[in-house]
């Protein structure tokens, strides 16, 4: 079971947990997170396995100050308005990632965007020690309402993870409001912790409202992930020419012909094989092969979630697979 301790006792062993790549539930002023490293690929696949999510959608970054904000992602000055009169505070805002920003693409989907946040208390002080930012989404099992008391998480995920941080019930006990500025204009994505009213009265200007494709549920949507080859799932053999996405310790037949290989996770490992999931697509996807073969991974634990997302980056181009 978790152990439960106060934000004042809490600090160093959150600090020993995240900097080994494991998670840790802290309390935000929106509602508890569940936290990894959003620099180490396997403490955030670690996020999305103890959370029990079925896909990996693109994670929220948060951050100590607007230097730490600035060096990952590009601010126009209507963003950096909006950051000085919210942060800390809840309110996200979608920005331009910076390339070489360390981010794992985990956290982010492998879009090229990034949703980041400063949150106020514990989880600020955490990140500015650790000197990492922290992907954290709500800190409760996929599907579940989200955790506002230690013990509501502790009650859900306690076998699951090593540490709840206590903090008590979280002040505002809603998700952070989501906005992104596009070309000038600033688009609510989702409502939350500060009323779309107050973020008008500080800018001077509407938020525009409303679906755009794409944009509300990035990891919907089958174009984000989609690589220039074409892919070929739960391949046992591969032709000449191919490129090879491999799993585990066994090879698909024809594999020495391959244009190029990676192995998601030689010992058959998923957190591994999450970690590795985008930037691997990527990989291959230079290497010029017209196709990429992917050997079959199994769909227990994370495996469902890699499933999901080869499958969304194998749809035809022009089809959004239906969300279910
Ligand atoms: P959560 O961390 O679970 O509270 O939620 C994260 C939310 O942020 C999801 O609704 C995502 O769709 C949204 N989000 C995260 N990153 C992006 C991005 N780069 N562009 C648009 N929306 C994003
Ligand atoms: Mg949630």
Same mark, same amino acid.
């Given at each position: ?186 688009? %609510? =994505?989702?409502? /939350? *912790?500060?009323? !779309? $009213?107050?973020?008008? &009265?500080? @800018?001077?200007? #509407?938020? +525009? ?34 490129? %090879? =996405?491999?799993? /585990? *310790?066994?090879? !698909? $037949?024809?594999?020495? &012909?391959? @244009?190029?290989? #990676?192995? +998601? ?47 969304? &980056? ?11």
């Amino acid at each position: 079971m978790a152990e439960i301790l106060a934000v004042g006792e809490a600090m160093e062993r959150a600090l020993a947990l995240l900097a080994g790549g494991d998670v840790v539930a802290i309390p935000t002023e929106t509602v508890y997170g569940l936290a990894g490293d959003a620099t180490n690929g396997v403490g955030v696949a670690r996020i999305f396995e103890a959370k029990g999510r079925p896909r990996f959608n693109p994670l929220i970054a948060h951050v100590a100050d607007l230097a730490m904000a600035e060096r990952i992602a590009r601010f126009d000055p209507l963003s950096e308005k909006l950051a000085r009169a919210f942060w800390p505070g809840p309110l996200t805002l979608v920005l331009p990632q910076r390339p070489g920003n360390g981010i794992h693409p985990l956290v982010t989907a492998g879009l090229d965007t990034i949703a980041l946040r400063m949150p106020r208390g514990f989880g600020g002080e955490l990140i500015a020690r650790l000197g990492h930012p922290l992907a954290a989404p709500s800190a409760n099992s996929s599907g579940k309402i989200s955790a506002t008391t230690a013990e509501a998480v502790a009650a859900d995920l306690g076998s699951r993870i090593k540490l709840v941080v206590d903090g008590g019930a979280t002040p505002v006990g809603l998700e952070s409001t989501i906005v992104k500025v596009e070309a000038g204009t600033l688009r %609510l =994505l989702r409502p /939350g *912790g500060v009323a !779309a $009213e107050e973020i008008e &009265a500080a @800018v001077g200007m #509407k938020l +525009l409202r409303g679906a755009v494709a794409g944009i509300e549920a990035p990891g919907m949507l089958a174009s984000h992930y989609a690589p220039g080859a074409a892919m070929r799932l739960n391949a046992e053999k591969v032709e000449a020419g191919e490129a %090879l =996405l491999a799993f /585990g *310790g066994r090879r !698909a $037949e024809g594999w020495q &012909a391959v @244009v190029a290989l #990676k192995n +998601l996770s030689v010992s058959g490992d998923l957190r591994e094989a999450a970690a590795n999931l985008f930037a691997y697509m990527q990989d291959l996807d230079r290497s010029g092969a017209k196709t990429i073969a992917v050997e079959p991974i199994p769909f227990d634990g994370l495996g469902e979630a890699i499933n999901d997302r080869l499958s969304r &980056a194998a749809a035809p181009r022009d089809i959004i697979p239906s969300e279910t």
